[in-house]
C-alpha cells in the first residue's frame, strides 16, 4: 500500500432528532445529555444563565472530592462558620467533630448549607479562597457560563449562576471519574455518628423514591431561582442525565423527560471491532482497541458515515472516523499487527542441526 491519506467511506444508519415535539417540559431551561457519549439528545435554553440553588453544592461535591481525594475519613471540627447559616441544615454544631465524608453525606443528601462551609474551610482555610477554587476548577471542565460567589445558593446576599447546560458538564465530570459521586449522592438512608451525637439521614430529594431507575439527585429552591433538579437514571445499558432550572414541577418533570427518552433511544455498536475490514488489506494485518456505542433512534436510518483515513505509520494504519452527518461523534485509530520475526540461528546451531538430519537421513 503506498503512503498518503486514503479516505474510504463506509455508511450506516443514523440521523439525530434534538429537539421533540409536543414535549411537556416545565423547566425554563432544560437538558438531557447520554453520559457515556456527551451526545445532546434534547435541550431548551440550555445555555441561558440563571441562579441555581442549591445545585450549586454539586460544584462543592467535587472541589471537595478533588482535595481531599483517599482521606474522606480525615476528622475536621465544626467551627464558627456555621453560626450565619440557614435554610436547609444537618444542624451541626460548633466544635462538634465528624469527617470529610459524614459531611459529604449532609452536604448532598440533606442539602446542608452548614456543611457546605465546613468543608470550605477545611479544604481552603476561608469560604472565599474556597469559591476561588470552584470557579478555576469550573473553567476546567468547560463550565463558560458560570460563576459562583458562595458553595451553598442561598442568594439574597451573594448569587451563584450556571446554565443547564454547564450543570451537564459538571455532573457528567463527576459521574465518569469519581465512583464517589453515584455513592453518596444517590443513597436514600444514611446513618452515623459524630462526636456529639447520631444521625440518620433520609434524602431530600424524592425522585430517588418514586422513580426507579433514578441514580443521583440534587435539587435546589429559592423564591428566586426556583425550583431546579439535577438527575441521573440507567435503563436498557443508557446512562442518562437531566437538568432543569426554574421548573415547578422538577420531579414529574424529569420522570417524563427520561422515560420519552429512553424510549426512543437504544445504545447501538456502531462500530465492531470484531468484525471491521477495509477493502484492499489484508484482514489479520489489522485491528481496533475498542468497539464504539452510541445512543439513537429507529428512524436514525440513513446518516451515519464510517470514514476509513488510511495513512500508514510505523504501528498504524490511519484511523476509522465515525460522522453523522458531516459531524465526527468518534474516532478510533487503526493499528497494525506485528509480525513475528524469525529467529536468527546461530551458526553453532546450523552444524549442530546439519549433522542431527543428516544421521536422521541414514
Excluded: W
Aim: charged share 25%.
Amino acid at each position: 500500500m503506498k503512503k498518503g491519506l486514503i479516505i474510504l467511506s463506509i455508511f450506516l444508519l443514523l440521523p439525530i432528532n434534538i429537539f421533540a415535539s409536543g414535549l411537556n417540559d416545565t423547566g425554563k431551561s432544560s437538558i438531557v445529555m447520554d453520559i457515556d457519549t456527551g451526545r445532546i439528545l434534547y435541550q431548551k435554553d440550555s445555555n441561558t444563565e440563571r441562579l441555581i440553588a442549591s445545585t450549586t453544592k454539586i460544584m462543592t461535591f467535587l472541589v471537595t472530592l478533588s482535595f481531599f481525594q483517599n482521606q474522606l475519613d480525615t476528622k475536621v471540627k465544626v467551627g464558627e462558620e456555621v453560626l450565619k447559616m440557614y435554610g436547609t441544615n444537618m444542624y451541626l454544631n460548633l466544635g462538634e467533630e465528624l469527617t470529610i465524608r459524614e459531611l459529604l453525606y449532609g452536604l448532598m443528601m440533606r442539602s446542608g448549607n452548614d456543611a457546605s462551609v465546613v468543608l470550605a474551610v477545611n479544604v481552603a482555610g476561608s469560604v472565599s479562597e474556597f469559591v476561588m477554587m470552584m470557579n478555576k476548577k469550573a473553567q476546567e471542565i468547560g463550565m463558560q457560563n458560570t460563576i459562583f460567589k458562595n458553595p451553598h445558593g442561598l442568594d439574597e446576599e451573594t448569587k451563584n449562576y450556571s446554565t443547564a447546560y454547564d450543570l451537564a458538564i459538571l455532573t457528567r465530570y463527576l459521574y465518569l471519574n469519581y465512583p464517589e459521586y453515584k455513592k453518596i449522592v444517590g443513597e436514600k438512608y444514611y446513618d452515623f455518628s459524630s462526636s456529639l451525637k447520631s444521625y440518620s439521614l433520609v434524602n431530600r430529594c424524592k425522585i430517588l423514591f418514586t422513580y426507579k431507575n433514578t441514580t443521583t439527585a440534587k435539587n435546589g429552591y429559592t423564591p428566586l431561582a426556583g425550583k431546579s433538579l439535577v438527575t441521573t437514571a440507567t435503563k436498557n445499558d443508557l446512562n442518562l442525565l437531566v437538568v432543569t432550572l426554574d421548573d415547578y414541577d422538577i420531579y414529574q418533570n424529569h420522570e417524563r423527560l427520561y422515560e420519552y427518552y429512553f424510549n426512543r433511544y437504544k445504545k447501538e455498536l456502531l462500530l465492531d471491532k470484531n468484525n471491521f475490514k477495509i477493502a484492499g488489506i489484508v484482514p489479520g494485518k489489522y485491528y481496533l482497541k475498542n468497539n464504539f456505542y452510541y445512543p439513537i433512534t429507529k428512524d436514525e436510518l440513513n446518516n451515519v458515515n464510517l470514514k476509513v483515513l488510511l495513512e500508514e505509520k510505523n504501528n498504524t494504519f490511519g484511523c476509522v472516523q465515525i460522522l453523522l452527518k458531516e459531524k465526527i461523534i468518534g474516532e478510533e485509530v487503526i493499528y497494525k499487527i506485528k509480525e513475528k520475526k524469525k529467529e536468527k540461528k546461530s551458526l553453532f546451531l546450523k552444524i549442530k542441526n546439519f549433522f542431527k538430519n543428516m544421521f536422521n537421513d541414514l
